[in-house]
């Protein structure tokens, strides 16, 4: 698997730096329909990721205590961390 992973949500682009993940699962706690752990226990995209409220999406990424989880506007401005 890539070392990084990006995906677009919405208006939103979300990237899991998967070296940088220490399985905390705070994503997962705040947005348990965006995030999973994989069978390396390291952050991953769920399959369906449509209809995930922008809100969620800044707030579950801003919780990783390791800033593993980049999130930039449709601009490429970034939000998170």
Do not use: H
Not at 24 to 50: H, M
Request: with cysteine; aromatic share 4%.
């Amino acid at each position: 698997m890539n070392d990084i992973i990006e995906r677009k949500i919405s208006d939103l682009t979300v990237k899991i730096e998967r070296p940088n993940c220490i399985g905390s699962k705070n994503c997962i706690n705040v947005a348990p329909d965006l995030f999973e752990l994989d069978s390396e226990q390291i952050c991953s995209f769920k399959e369906n990721t449509d209809g995930i409220p922008k809100e969620t999406i800044v707030e579950s990424c801003s919780v990783c205590p390791v800033n593993a989880l980049y999130v930039n506007d449709n601009e490429g401005n970034q939000l998170v961390p």
